[in-house]
């Protein structure tokens, strides 16, 4: 899939303004992230950028570049205006099309992208807007939130509602092209060095006596236990440990027995 990701404005066009804030910075950021997004997690996934800083780009230039590399899609990202009152979020395509591929995808994007903005519905819709007209591969240009509004704008704000409104278009481009995730390869456990023993405390004592105490109610319990003595800022702890392994996933399993037996203040310590 070859997405061409326009971030609406930029440099000398700062775009809608309000509440301390610039349409193109916002714009920006957002397709940043979903770039990452597609990059880091889907295979087969080429996307070029209109601008990836604060430039200045004409919409013919955009267009054009985006029909010569032969993008597969055509996703502008922008911001709205109007009013105070208004708020919400809604996305077009060209208005000469009409129950085409276009509109479904349209439609796919617009559900996933409110799945996750926190934002009023305002529809699907159709104009006439340049990017959508000139470009000659499916194109969509979505509107998410009004910068003039006081909601809206606090949400533009926090840098996680941004990742989530990237996220929201990049799982309507997975759902519209079948995006493979790129496999994620299994964590590596850690080595432990060599002569690691994993000591079961089952807890500690300032008083001898409440250890041996404990000791009596762990063999009761069927759990073998000694009283191992150790030192800490000076002071004379007495251990009850209840095993010793030297491999983790047993010292855990015995750690897991002692929880389950109500002795919930055991813990692991490795040596």
């Not at 404005?9 to 193109?24: M, V």
């Not at 200045?56 to 996703?75: C, H, I, M, P, V």
């Not at 208004?86 to 009409?98: F, P, Q, R």
């Not at 340049?130 to 998410?144: F, G, K, Y």
């Amino acid at each position: 899939m070859k997405l061409y990701l326009d971030p609406g404005h930029g440099g000398q066009d700062p775009g809608a303004q309000g509440h301390g804030l610039n349409e193109k910075d916002v714009t920006l950021d957002i397709a940043l992230k979903l770039r990452t997004i597609l990059q880091n997690d889907y295979e087969n996934v080429q996307v070029k950028m209109s601008r990836t800083s604060d430039t200045t780009k004409s919409l013919s230039q955009r267009t054009s570049e985006a029909n010569a590399w032969g993008a597969d899609y055509y996703l502008s990202i922008h911001i709205n205006s109007a009013t105070s009152s208004a708020s919400g979020y809604e996305d077009y395509i060209y208005i000469g099309l009409s129950n085409s591929l276009t509109a479904k995808n349209q439609g796919i994007i617009h559900e996933e992208v409110l799945n996750v903005n926190e934002l009023k519905d305002r529809g699907k819709k159709k104009a006439n807007f340049h990017v959508l007209r000139e470009s000659s591969m499916p194109a969509v240009l979505t509107e998410n939130g009004f910068i003039t509004n006081a909601h809206d704008a606090a949400l533009m704000k926090q840098a996680s509602w941004r990742q989530k409104v990237a996220q929201g278009h990049a799982n309507g481009l997975a759902k519209i092209f079948h995006l493979k995730r790129k496999s994620q390869p299994e964590p590596t456990p850690p080595i432990p060095s060599p002569g690691t023993l994993y000591k079961v405390i089952a807890t500690s004592f300032k008083s001898r006596e409440n250890a041996d105490e404990l000791v009596t109610l762990l063999h009761d319990k069927g759990f073998e236990a000694f009283v191992n003595s150790t030192t800490i800022s000076g002071e004379t702890w007495y251990r009850v440990q209840a095993g010793a392994f030297s491999d983790r996933s047993n010292a855990e399993e015995r750690l897991t027995q002692l929880h389950k037996a109500s002795f919930k203040d055991s813990f692991l310590i490795a040596e």
